[in-house]
């Protein structure tokens, strides 16, 4: 996996991403996952089991303890996962009783997460992966599926489009190329849509809708809703 990224999420990381939450981008983010939420809760009368890979500062843990009949968050980062833990403690004691935070790589899973899933979420995380990566991680995760699976990717209808993007940002802001490098060995999260719906239906997936977040003359950020065939 993707080593420089746990150890890009120290304590100050978590933070800063905390901070986002005024981003125009997050509130759309927020918007549409909660219209998805409501759409999957209501097939599972309200009573889902979710498993949140990549769960990061626990964004979606005041969403979902209403809807949950158990949750479990896992993350690579300890960092990450201590803001998460901040959230949890806020929520009813009925959630917090079913509820779980583990410290896990995608590749611990098994040692670490046991059952089914009605729901299983995976925003802002599988971009930061290779295409090789991906398949990887959608394999594992399929065998905690008996539902949906929400995810989050960055893309671009040509090729072009990525390069135009990565040329601009070597132009306009060069240490944030070489930030944006340093923390994920990549200077650009877009990849063709092409490109993901094969990893999806290599995987056993089918896509069932494409929730648009926002969109630049590069790419688009969307929210796609999968259901295992």
Known sequence: MNIKISKYYD???AEDYEARRNNPTWHAESEIFNEIKKRIATKYNNSMKVLDVGVGTGRWIPVL??????YIG???SENMLSQAKLKLDLCPKEFKENARLINSSVEQLPLNVNGKFNLIIMTRFLSHFSIS???NIMSIVRNYSIGELVVSF?????RSDIFSEIFDLLIKSPI???KRYRKSGRLSYTRLESDYLNVIKESGYDVTRKN??????????????????
């Open 154 to 158: 960055r893309v671009a209808e040509k």
């Open 133 to 135: 990566e991906i398949k």
């Open 11 to 13: 304590q100050k990381q």
């Open 74 to 76: 896992t993350d690579i």
């Open 176 to 178: 944030g190329a070489i």
């Open 212 to 229: 648009l977040v926002v969109e630049d003359k590069y790419n688009r950020y969307e929210y796609w809703e999968l259901t295992s065939n």
């Open 65 to 70: 303890h209403d809807v949950t009949s158990e």
